[in-house]
């Protein structure tokens, strides 16, 4: 079946420190990949996104591209910030039929340090 | 330009009783989906509505059940409550069926007692 595979935390850098979380995923056919990002007591917020093999999702500084070959979408920055602390969810989109619903691995919680 | 509403957000029931929350969807978005969050997981979509009607359902119990409204706003039903059904339940609007655009609510922390 269709499934999203993150590394697990808790993630703890340094300020400035570079940052990659990994992500795998499983799917049938071609897949949208997303980043979500969840700040404490807040809802998802979508981060960025790529949309068919070799795309480049960008913002904020974070980038993640889409690799079919090895079934990966892992998200880097190269310099975090403390307000950078949160949780981040990789996700997976297919449709079937007009469904189109996420598939969200468990969670990278990512805390950075002054 | 509003975003999704959703509440309240915080409830505790017990075991066996009957739960519903509220969404109000995002301006200009005709699509509601419903996730379940519990401690420490990804979110698990339950179902989602379009123009009133259920269109896509994850691998949860009938005793999940939802509502659209015609201003798009939405309910989830949860019946004969269990212990594992505590979560962070999350709502998200979109502007069509495709799963793009989706904006999310802060959520509903169900706890079951």
């Known amino acids: 079946g269709n499934s999203v595979t993150q590394m697990e935390g808790p993630v703890t850098l340094s300020e400035e420190a570079f940052l990659t979380i990994n992500c795998t995923y499983t799917?049938?056919?071609?897949?949208?990949l997303f980043w979500y990002v969840q700040y404490p007591g807040e809802g998802l917020q979508l981060l960025l996104k790529?949309?068919?093999?070799?795309d480049k999702g960008s913002n904020k500084g974070f980038e993640a591209t889409y690799r079919k070959e090895t079934t990966s979408f892992h998200l880097e920055k190269g310099s975090v910030q403390v307000s950078d602390s949160a949780v981040y969810f990789c996700?997976?989109?297919?449709?079937?039929?007009?469904?189109?619903?996420?598939?969200f691995g468990k969670g990278t919680k990512l805390s950075v340090k002054p | 330009e509003t975003g999704v509403t959703q509440s309240p957000t915080h409830l505790i029931k017990t075991r066996g009783q009957q739960v519903t929350l509220r969404c109000s969807s995002q301006?200009?978005?005709?699509?509601v989906s419903w996730y379940q969050q519990a401690l420490g997981q990804g979110p698990q979509f339950i179902f989602q509505?379009?123009?009133?009607?259920?269109?896509g359902r994850g691998n949860f119990p009938p005793r999940f059940s939802g509502l659209q409204f015609p201003n798009y706003s939405s309910e989830l039903n949860v019946n004969a409550l269990e212990l594992d059904d505590s979560a962070l339940y999350l709502c998200?609007?979109?502007?069509?069926?495709?799963?793009?655009?989706?904006?999310f609510g802060s959520g509903t922390r169900l706890t079951v007692v």
């Open positions: 301006s200009g978005h005709n699509t």
């Open positions: 996700a997976l989109k297919r449709l079937r039929g007009s469904q189109g619903n996420l598939i």
């Open positions: 998200a609007s979109s502007p069509g069926q495709g799963g793009y655009g989706y904006t």
């Open positions: 799917a049938t056919g071609y897949p949208s």
């Open positions: 790529a949309t068919k093999a070799d």
């Open positions: 509505y379009y123009r009133e009607e259920e269109n």
